[in-house]
């Protein structure tokens, strides 16, 4: 797909010559996501800074029919901002403001490019915070976050993204702007906000977030629990859950993550240990010490070798670091990775860690798992050399099976990641032909040409089948 002159004259005059890219050097920093083995150029990619620019590239995108791919800070683990179409990418990064923040009602605006992080900064002076915290949301946009309904280590206490978005603006791909919700807490009439997030920008561009913000607990608790075997630490997260105490957050990490984390950042975590669970308690301080001696039984029964607490927030920091930076230590194990991304019941951990152990291993794959254990959302990252198209095949297929597994378990195709273009294709083994239909048909109000973020979540597009088959060959994704 080219650019003509004019049109790239006309983006230009919206969003001036340095909001424009359409250098093919340039553009290939927007040919992935996080999810790296399929890419895709885009035609041209635009920097709005304001709403209004955005409905100006959008109207322009309707008239001449190219299709628009939503992209935040490209963060993402499933081809979510893939231009499998060419076309326009539409990336938030420049529309980074917070609008206003209202610490009494505990409230905040932000454009949709904001990056997560930034949102606690702006309260932290307040004794507030926005809860989700993807381990990437140093980088990642609120936008992002909505469209994916993304969690992170201290979503088990206090809820995913939808649980704190209260209004968006949004832009329809005809470029109508539409206000949904509010800043109330309950919203009268069809929950419009919750249908957006987790749409993974098939309905609409979000442009701007009213956030709910979360006072600071009063105490916290942080415990790094040292298991000899992956076994007993799964087993001891049911037990943590089964037990009723709800920790703000119970992560995993695998001795081959330990290796990756203690080479990349030198915390002193045991390299001799098959697992550790990093278990956060909070609230009130009188309740803690209570809580605390009951994980600490639970941790001695299920064989923990040994129990270390944080006993200084810088200490708590270095932990929270180390986990957060887990992923991109991997790096240091191989030149790719791929993160899966499915959801279990917790009390099967131990059985779907060594299946799916056994299926790494007989795709000749090493596997590492860092995950949030707490809600039996499993991350098993495997790790390979995306140059190797018969690597590539063989990822392909291993990760389909540990998905299937994950299914067969009882649990789901994603916890937080999104289907994108990478589960496409499995969405039938998830979904009946009847709820597929009934999603589509939402997806065809809202976006009737399927012209915005086109071929991404449904299994019978021509892009999701020819990649997928392309990849198992040991190919290039066909694009
Ligand atoms: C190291 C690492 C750790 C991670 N940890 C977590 C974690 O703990 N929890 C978690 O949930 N995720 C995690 N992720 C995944 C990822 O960070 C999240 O999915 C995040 O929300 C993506 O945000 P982004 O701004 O990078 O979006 P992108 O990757 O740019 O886009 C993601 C999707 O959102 C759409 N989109 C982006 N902006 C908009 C918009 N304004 N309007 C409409 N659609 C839009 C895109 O089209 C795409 O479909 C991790 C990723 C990495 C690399």
């Known amino acids: 797909m080219s650019l003509s002159d004019a049109l790239r004259n006309e983006l230009e005059r919206i969003l001036g010559v340095d909001g424009v890219i359409t250098d093919p050097v340039q553009l290939l920093a927007y040919d992935c996501d996080a999810y790296t083995i399929e890419k895709s ?14 409905v100006a590239v959008v109207r322009l995108a309707h008239q001449t029919g190219l299709p628009i791919t939503p992209r935040g800070a490209g963060t993402g683990l499933s081809g979510g901002a893939l231009a499998v179409q060419g076309g326009i990418v539409i990336a938030f990064s420049r529309m980074n403001r917070i609008l206003w923040v209202d610490t009494q009602n505990r409230r905040l605006r932000a454009q949709a490019g904001a990056v997560n992080y930034q949102l606690s900064k702006a309260v932290r002076e307040a004794g507030l915070h926005f809860a989700p915290d993807p381990s990437s949301q140093g980088a990642c946009t609120i936008g992002g976050n909505v469209a994916e309904n993304s969690g992170g280590p201290h979503t088990l206490k206090y809820g995913v993204t939808v649980n704190h978005i209260t209004g968006l603006q949004v832009v329809l791909p005809d470029g109508e702007v539409v206000e949904l919700g509010g800043s109330e807490d309950e919203p009268f009439g069809y929950d419009l906000v919750g249908l957006i997030t987790g749409s993974e920008g098939t309905l609409a561009l979000v442009t701007e977030v009213t956030a709910r913000l979360t006072p600071n607990p009063q105490a916290t608790r942080t415990l790094l629990a040292v298991f000899e075997t992956l076994e007993d630490a799964s087993q001891t997260v049911s037990a943590i859950i089964a037990s009723g105490i709800v920790p703000a957050a119970l992560e995993l990490m695998d001795a081959l993550t330990l290796q990756a984390v203690e080479a990349a950042f030198g915390y002193g975590f045991p390299l001799d240990a098959e697992a550790v669970l990093l278990i956060e308690l909070d609230g009130l301080e009188a309740e803690l010490d209570g809580e605390q001696a009951d994980v600490l039984c639970i941790c001695q029964r299920n064989r923990a070798r040994e129990v270390r607490q944080a006993r200084t927030p810088q200490e708590r920091a270095q932990l929270w670091a180390a986990r957060k930076k887990a992923i991109g230590a991997l790096g240091r194990l191989a030149p790719s990775c791929v993160t899966q991304d499915g959801v279990i019941p917790r009390s099967k951990l131990p059985q779907v860690l060594r299946e799916a152990a056994q299926i790494a291993a007989k795709y000749r794959l090493r596997l590492a798992n860092v995950f949030h254990a707490g809600d039996g959302n499993l991350h098993p990252v495997l790790l390979f050399d995306d140059s190797d198209p018969e690597q590539v095949a063989r990822v392909v297929e291993a990760g389909d099976e540990i998905l299937t597994l994950c299914l067969q378990a009882g649990g789901s195709l994603t916890g937080e990641h999104g289907i ?13 032909a009847h709820d597929l239909e009934t999603m589509r048909r939402i997806k065809a109000v809202f976006n009737p040409q399927d012209k915005l973020n086109p071929e991404k ?16 060959r040991g190919a290039a994704p066909l694009l």
């Open 457 to 472: 979540m449904f299994p019978d597009t021509r892009y999701c089948y020819e990649s997928k088959r392309a990849l198992r």
């Open 420 to 432: 994108g273009v990478e589960k496409c294709a499995m969405m039938h083994q998830m979904f009946t």
């Open 41 to 54: 150029l885009p035609t041209v990619v635009v920097l709005p800074q304001t709403t209004e620019q955005v």
